[in-house]
């Protein structure tokens, strides 16, 4: 070995040495106790979050359709006294010639909906619902439509949602909501307190997100589903 190879290596073991002398600092910050890597990673979950809060957009408008309308189906589906207990003869003669009321029907509840997001856990929202219905009075004697008749109720209810789940395309929630429906149909008017309890909702997307949610109260029992855009 010549002496110009014997310097040569001596350099190379020399900044060996230096470079693991210098990545040591680097390794030893890495190698945390157990404690400190659990506080690292629960502090960069926390910065995460509040960082996707504050791109998070603070509105969002929704609307949606939701099923059985048990506050309407109870005053207007559900009133018939005369088909569970049995008539007088005079009850019969007067159902036999008054103007009898066909088959009815009912669109189900269409809402639409507008929320502010006031913390990453909670939302404030009020939304509108709607249901329509319709149906005819019929002639007994010549059993020709007499009338066409129709109705609507309206329900609002302001809504408080608490979401348990956040992240940047999926979230999950439970609401409670009251307020106020009112409505009409035939000779029958009704207003009265709503209120409405979500358990479990979800939201998919991000602008622009599906919605859907199951609930129960005076203005509808049941799913609800639905798209929304945040703003």
């Known amino acids: ?38 506080m690292s990673v629960a502090e960069f979950r926390r910065m995460k979050a509040e960082q996707l809060w504050q791109e998070f957009p603070k509105f969002e408008v929704r609307v949606g359709y939701s099923g059985f309308p048990i506050a309407d189906m109870i005053f207007y589906g559900w009133d018939s006294d005369w088909e569970i207990l049995p008539p007088s003869l005079r009850n019969e003669l007067e159902d036999m010639y008054a103007p009898a009321e066909g088959a009815s029907y009912m669109t189900g509840n269409f809402n639409a909906e507008f929320s502010w997001h006031i913390k990453r856990w909670f939302t404030l929202a009020g939304g509108l619902y709607f249901n329509g219905m319709y ?8 059993a020709e439509v007499i009338s066409h008749d129709r109705g609507v109720t309206f329900s609002f209810i302001p809504t408080a949602r608490f979401y348990w789940l956040n992240s940047e395309k999926c979230r999950l929630y439970s609401s409670i909501g009251l307020g106020v429906m009112a409505g009409g149909f035939r000779d029958d008017r009704y207003a009265i307190p709503a209120f409405q309890f979500s358990p479990f909702g979800v939201t998919a997307g991000k602008k622009v997100f599906f919605f859907a949610e199951y609930s129960m109260g005076t203005t509808y029992f049941g799913g609800q589903i639905g798209l929304g855009y945040r703003f």
């Open 135 to 142: 149906g005819s009075t019929i002639d007994p004697a010549s």
């Open 1 to 38: 070995m010549t002496s110009m190879d014997f310097v040569m290596r001596l350099i190379s073991t020399l900044l060996l040495m230096i470079s693991l002398v210098a990545a040591f600092p680097l390794c030893a910050q890495q190698t945390l106790s157990p404690d400190l890597m659990s």
